[in-house]
């Protein structure tokens, strides 16, 4: 495709054309499919500059420094997925939306691909149960639902319970702490806990919430793979990684309390735009972040910082409850967190020239260096970056590059190339044929269901199947010539379970 706006300037960029100074780029290859639709939405998000003109002082400048679009860039719901950018002196709440803190993680595990083949038909019903027909077996207090949700899976550590019950009984400390020392948010401080209280419950009251251990809709999945090749010995020996290997991916995000924390951040942004100036025409409401919204800038990263620790737990409890499943079926096994990361975030970016930076992540994974990762355990190979392919197809492994003008990211999928109607009238042979090759568990039993039901559900699956996605080859191949990321392992499904 192209389109005016872009003009291509190597092999793996294209310059954004836009009235404003900042440069905008975007990561992509020729064979990379690119829609219309998504460089009209950006343009619209990149108005947010002029916004920013009417509202900043010289004592108190904002502005947009730069802007970096991944190799899966395409359209989304008011700002396309796929977006980093980087701000001065605000942050846009907006550009996150409601999923906050949705993220990838990744469990490799002792088991092999021999051992779980054989036992697979067995898997997909205790999987069933578990996820979806009253398995989760997650009691906490409401002192621990308060503690994870203000440190995330440090505070889960600090309330432990001394006789646990349900799936705790399978929990190793060790397994907690090195969980916490591999989750990129580290716990997030949160001074403000909002509207959470009939949540979180009684303090001394164990009890079942409907969000712990629930995996969300959409395109969010529990996958266990295979790892089908190494690419990159050295990092893959050092993270863990060898073939053959079962590993364990969840992709998930903040559920109902992300939702909240969403509608609040939008809300608190909105009503300090200041009364006299005219409401922007893309919709997009900025929070400056000078003394004067600083009550706001606070309540915004309180509910921000909830949800994104949510969201980091929740992806730990979903691979612990697979783990309790598959060690039922095959008994003990050491089952490390490699690495977990959001991709829907706004980070903090320490002063500078007595103004904040905010990097704004929209379905883009952080992918530092390693100057930027010393001090954790990715000193020596940079930050673990994991991009799921579409249901059924390739995910990779890939270690991060710290690319500046890419601000330090990389893609989080294969990304998007129809829209979930257009997915709909996919080609119904090749749908059946998928299905048929592919072990999907969802809430219905297929054998079992009313054909009406199960009708609507296959029709839900179609949206996500692999013809819905672009390849994931020119992504990654994008992501190592560009120089943001360098692929490690590619890994294959053996079974999906889908919300």
């Not at 002082?57 to 719901?77: C, N, Q, W, Y």
């Not at 990389?410 to 072990?439: D, P, Y």
Request: glycine share 10%; charged share 20%.
């Amino acid at each position: 495709m192209h389109h005016h706006q872009l003009t291509r300037v190597s092999p793996t960029e294209l310059r954004v054309d836009h009235p404003y100074a900042f440069p905008a780029r975007l990561f992509a290859t020729p064979e990379v499919t690119l829609e219309r639709r998504a460089v009209d939405e950006l343009l619209r998000l990149l108005d947010l500059q002029g916004t920013l003109e009417r509202l900043s002082t010289d004592s108190r400048p904002a502005h947009i420094e730069r802007v970096a679009l991944t190799p899966d860039f395409h359209k989304g719901a008011g700002i396309p997925v796929g977006t980093v950018m980087q701000g001065q002196g605000f942050m846009l709440p907006q550009a996150i939306g409601n999923d906050v803190g949705c993220g990838m993680s990744l469990h490799t595990t002792g088991l092999s691909r021999e051992a779980l083949e054989p036992r697979l038909e067995v898997l997909e019903s205790r999987f069933r149960h578990s996820f979806f027909q009253g398995g989760r077996d997650l009691p906490l207090t409401g002192l621990q639902r308060e503690a994870l949700l203000r440190e995330g899976v440090a505070g889960l550590i600090a309330t432990r319970p001394t006789s646990p019950q349900g799936l705790w009984r399978q929990v190793q400390l060790h397994e907690l702490e090195q969980a916490a020392a591999h989750t990129e948010s580290g716990g997030l401080p949160v001074r403000q806990l909002h509207g959470l209280n009939d949540w979180i419950g009684e303090a001394g009251r164990l009890s079942w919430d409907g969000q712990s251990g629930s995996l969300g809709g959409g395109n969010h999945f529990l996958e266990l793979q295979y790892v089908h090749r190494v690419l990159d010995a050295p990092t893959a020996h050092a993270w863990g990684l060898r073939e053959g290997q079962v590993t364990v991916m969840v992709h998930s995000g903040s559920l109902g309390i992300g939702h909240l924390a969403g509608q609040r951040a939008f809300d608190l942004a909105k009503s300090a735009y200041p009364a006299g100036l005219a409401r922007p025409a893309n919709g997009f409401f900025p929070l400056l972040t000078g003394e004067q919204n600083a009550a706001a800038l606070q309540d915004v990263q309180d509910a921000l910082n909830t949800a994104a620790n949510f969201a980091a737990v929740n992806r730990l409890f979903l691979a612990l409850m697979a783990k309790a499943v598959l060690q039922g079926a095959c008994g003990e096994f050491e089952f490390p967190l490699l690495y977990d990361a959001a991709h829907n975030f706004i980070w903090r970016e320490g002063i500078w020239q007595e103004s904040e930076r905010w990097l704004h992540r929209k379905g883009a994974t952080p992918a530092r260096g390693y100057e930027a990762m010393q001090g954790t355990p990715f000193a020596y190979t940079g930050e673990p970056v994991l991009v799921p392919g579409s249901m059924g197809a390739s995910s990779f492994v890939l270690a991060g590059q710290g690319h500046p003008e890419a601000l330090h990211s990389a893609s989080h999928g294969a990304g998007r190339r129809q829209a979930r109607g257009e997915a709909m009238h996919a080609n119904e042979a090749e749908f059946e044929q998928f299905l048929k090759e592919f072990r999907v568990v969802t809430p219905l039993d297929w054998r079992r269901a009313r054909a009406d039901v199960r009708e609507q559900k296959l029709a839900e699956l179609k949206q996500e199947a692999p013809f819905a996605y672009k390849g994931i080859g020119p992504v990654v191949q994008t992501l190592e010539q560009a120089g943001l990321a360098r692929p490690v392992a590619e890994l294959r499904p053996l079974l999906t379970v889908k919300g």
